[in-house]
T-cell receptor, first 111, second 111 residues
């Protein structure tokens, strides 16, 4: 059974650009959540989607957005990139019992 | 607001030793508590999930306990091996899949 797949794994952008990250959940998982991991702030919750609806949102500015498609795949977008957005972005999917399974992450570097 | 603390921040032990990692949380109204390991540059691997109605879970050499009244969870690793070297993270959720994470315990098991 395939795990959570995130693409791209690595990317480099410059300040002011935008980026889109993709996440394919484990087959049958309908909930997808996103987290940002940085050395200074640790792991922080961005948002969660269930059946194409945002169910929960963390304390991030509006430049961070996401969506979920009917096949449960999800994307997150960061607009007007800042140096501080450099991080490992992790996607997790889960069943109804709430156990989260994470992908390998997308490592974003903003120059 | 849920806050999660992990002690110690780093731990170095000789191979074969039994060890305990600690996780404290401030809001006892948690739904799930989940333990993960993270290898450098990688995503999170789920180790154990403890639901609020449970007191402990076991998987192989790992045992995790949950005491909601005292706001604590412990991860016990028996007969540690060099392959156990990683950062161990605990995450607590009050519902949905919004996990609040601790900052982790970096474990090194030496030959």
């Amino acid at each position: 059974k395939a795990g959570v797949t995130q693409t791209p794994r690595y990317l480099i952008k410059t300040r002011g650009q935008q980026v889109t990250l993709s996440c394919s959940p484990i087959s049958g998982h309908r909930s997808v959540s996103w987290y940002q991991q940085t050395p200074g702030q640790g792991l922080q919750f961005l948002f969660e989607y269930f059946s194409e609806t945002q169910r929960n949102k963390g304390n991030f500015p509006g430049r961070f957005s996401g969506r979920q498609f009917s096949n449960s795949r999800s994307e997150m977008n960061v607009s007007t990139l800042e140096l501080g957005d450099s991080a490992l972005y992790l996607c997790a999917s889960s069943l109804s019992n709430g156990e989260l399974f994470f992908g390998e992450g997308s490592r974003l570097t903003v120059l | 607001k849920q806050e999660v603390t992990q002690i110690p921040a780093a731990l170095s032990v000789p191979e074969g030793e039994n060890l305990v990692l600690n996780c404290s949380f401030t809001d006892s109204a948690i739904y799930n508590l989940q333990w993960f390991r993270q290898d450098p540059g990688k995503g999170l691997t789920s180790l154990l999930l403890i639901q609020s109605s449970q007191r402990e879970q076991t998987s192989g050499r790992l045992n995790a306990s949950l005491d909601k009244s005292s706001g604590r969870s412990t991860l016990y690793i028996a007969a540690s091996q060099p392959g156990d070297s990683a950062t161990y993270l605990c995450g607590a959720t009050g519902g949905g899949n919004k996990l609040t994470f601790g900052t982790g315990t970096q474990l090194k098991v030496e030959l």
